[in-house]
T-cell receptor, first 115, second 116 residues
Framework: AAGVIQSPRHLIKEKRETATLKCYPI?????VYWYQQGPGQDPQFLIS???????DKGSIPDRFSAQQFSDYHSELNMSSLELGDSALYFC??????????????FGPGTRLLVL | AQKVTQAQTEISVVEKEDVTLDCVYE???????LFWYKQPPSGELVFLIR??????QNEISGRYSWNFQKSTSSFNFTITASQVVDSAVYFC?????????????FGPGTSLSVIP
């Protein structure tokens, strides 16, 4: 079965640089979610989109922005990177409107290292 | 306050032993959903099970079983006859559509090591 695809899988950036993470949801899934998992931490919800509109927002820094495109893929843009942004970034997807009722299937994650 | 508590930070068992991972949750919503995810050393998050608040029936899937008890707000996960491939961090998680909408709230995780 097709899963959530994330690219790149690994990314190394310098402080103050910009990074773009991409997420391709499971086919027919129209809701995407972004989570950040710091070292030794549990995943923390950043933001979600349903049908290309922002659905919910969590603890996402103002330096980060995201959007969902017409083909339902999503991109997380991160600017002015800081050392503390080093983490594993997960994208998840679900079918139909969420509101927390649908199972979120996670991608393999993008491991970002900021030097 | 922690909404999902996994009191066991690390557990080590010898292969073929049974092991139970504890999860206690806290919510005021009457409708909520509970999940278990597995995170092996490779890092991906693998969905294991989803339970809604109206279904307290226990579930068994192969060597995995789950015990959901609303009276104690617990959703424990048991692995029988553990194997080395079960070594991973296991997260219990909660979604409360009314209070937290899209956000899935993860517990701190339990790191399970199965020793051959």
């Amino acid at each position: 079965a097709a899963g959530v695809i994330q690219s790149p899988r690994h990314l190394i950036k310098e402080k103050r640089e910009t990074a773009t993470l991409k997420c391709y949801p499971i086919p027919r899934h129209d809701t995407v979610y972004w989570y950040q998992q710091g070292p030794g931490q549990d995943p923390q919800f950043l933001i979600s989109f349903y049908e290309k509109m922002q659905s919910d927002k969590g603890s996402i820094p103002d330096r980060f922005s995201a959007q969902q495109f017409s083909d339902y893929h999503s991109e997380l843009n991160m600017s002015s990177l800081e050392l503390g942004d080093s983490a594993l970034y997960f994208c998840a997807s679900s079918e139909g409107t969420s509101g927390g009722q649908e199972t979120q299937y996670f991608g393999p994650g993008t491991r970002l290292l900021v030097l | 306050a922690q909404k999902v508590t996994q009191a066991q930070t690390e557990i080590s068992v010898v292969e073929k032993e049974d092991v139970t991972l504890d999860c206690v949750y806290e919510t005021r919503d009457t409708t909520y959903y509970l999940f278990w995810y597995k995170q092996p050393p490779s890092g991906e998050l693998v969905f294991l099970i989803r339970r809604n608040s109206f279904d307290e029936q226990n579930e068994i899937s192969g060597r995995y079983s789950w015990n959901f008890q609303k009276s104690t707000s617990s959703f424990n996960f048991t692995i029988t006859a553990s194997q080395v491939v079960d070594s991973a961090v296991y997260f219990c998680a909660l979604s409360e559509p009314k209070t937290s909408y899209d956000k899935v709230i993860f517990g701190p995780g339990t790191s399970l090591s199965v020793i051959p």
